[in-house]
Nanobody, 115 residues
């Protein structure tokens, strides 16, 4: 069993920055990857950024060069640094922890970027 706690998000003007953190606990040794996903109104949930057990990262094309995912102390905390935010980044953001055969979703946090 894995638990995660998200923090961060909020309201920011276009061009501003925000940082999310996702703190994992429990059976973290079986985690394969941790990612951030987002879902805007009337849109499907989409991958924003992902970091794997080996440290490889993957980003949505729309956030490349603006967002950065990193981790600290193994899997204890994963960060999503979001810079140069745009109105189209407005969405509910979710931390997702992947272990073999199971994905654990966080509670979701609203990000609103005002133009």
């Amino acid at each position: 069993q894995v638990q995660q706690v998200e923090s961060g998000g909020g309201l920011v003007h276009a061009g501003g920055s925000l940082r999310f953190s996702c703190a994992a606990s429990g059976s973290i040794f079986i985690i394969n990857a941790i990612g951030w996903y987002r879902q805007a109104p009337v849109k499907l949930r989409e991958l924003v950024a992902l970091i794997t057990k080996s440290g490889s990262t993957n980003y949505a094309d729309s956030v490349k060069g603006r967002f950065s995912i990193s981790r600290e102390n193994g899997w204890n905390t994963v960060y999503l640094q979001m810079n140069s935010l745009k109105a189209e980044d407005t969405a509910v953001y979710y931390c997702a922890v992947d272990r073999p055969g199971v994905r654990y979703w966080g509670q979701g946090t609203q990000v609103t970027v005002s133009s």
